[in-house]
């Protein structure tokens, strides 16, 4: 079961510098997209979410694109911090539903000084 | 900032044995959820719950799991005969409403030996 699929285990980057985490999808029914961050021995913490009817959302650093036809999500961080380390999860979910989110299984950034 | 909190962080517990996970959830949400993370796999969701009652569950959220909000703070997650395979993290998260995001708590690290 791979509906949200997050292919980069790891990710590195210069502080200052743009992040930009992917993250693809294959259900062209979700309408509900989500990132959250995690630090270790921490849960997941809401970033930034996107609906199906746009196709970019920005929050400060943060923004979310969305491409429906090419079923592909980014998150761009610019610029990023050291204080930005942490694993990324994507996640998709249906607006009609009770809220069950598929997630993906997490992109590590290290972001260096 | 409101915050989901749980309770305990680690729950170690001997196979068979039963087992209850405790979540206080954001005092104005409506929504409340139960996920979990087996080691180095997906955040995967094991049940939705709205006005007292199951409102979605996964294939996971079998005859052995049960959630209850026992008052009008508290969510619990009850495994009745514990497996080794139920070890994992156990994350609780609520939201407003299904469309809006859901906010983790810190998990519960449950290890079953």
């Known amino acids: 079961d791979q509906q949200v699929k997050q292919n980069s285990p790891s990710l590195s980057v210069q502080e200052g510098r743009i992040s930009i985490l992917n993250c693809d999808y294959t259900n062209s029914m979700f309408d509900y997209f989500l990132w959250y961050k995690k630090y270790p021995a921490e849960g997941p913490t809401f970033l930034i979410s996107i609906s199906s009817i746009k196709d970019k959302n920005e929050d400060g650093r943060f923004t979310v694109f969305l491409n429906k036809s090419a079923k592909h999500l980014s998150l761009h961080i610019v610029p990023s911090q050291p204080g930005d380390s942490a694993v990324y999860f994507c996640?998709?979910?249906?607006?009609?539903?009770?809220?069950?989110?598929?997630f993906g299984k997490g992109t590590k950034l290290s972001v260096k000084p | 900032e409101p915050e989901v909190t749980q309770t305990p962080s680690h729950q170690v517990t001997q196979m068979g044995q039963e087992v209850i996970l405790r979540c206080v959830p954001i005092s104005n949400h409506l929504y409340f959820y139960w996920y979990r993370q087996i080691l180095g796999q997906k955040v995967e969701f094991l049940v939705s719950?709205?006005?007292?009652?199951?409102?979605?569950k996964s294939e996971i959220f079998d005859d052995q799991f049960s959630v209850e909000r026992p008052d009008g703070s508290n969510f619990t997650l009850k495994i009745r005969s514990t497996k080794l395979e139920d070890s994992a993290m156990y994350f609780c998260?609520?939201?407003?409403?299904?469309?809006?995001?859901?906010?983790f708590g810190d998990g519960t690290r449950l290890s079953i030996l």
């Open positions: 998260a609520s939201s407003v409403e299904t469309d809006q995001p859901q906010h």
């Open positions: 996640a998709a979910g249906f607006v009609g539903s009770q809220g069950n989110l598929i």
């Open positions: 719950f709205y006005n007292n009652e199951i409102s979605e």
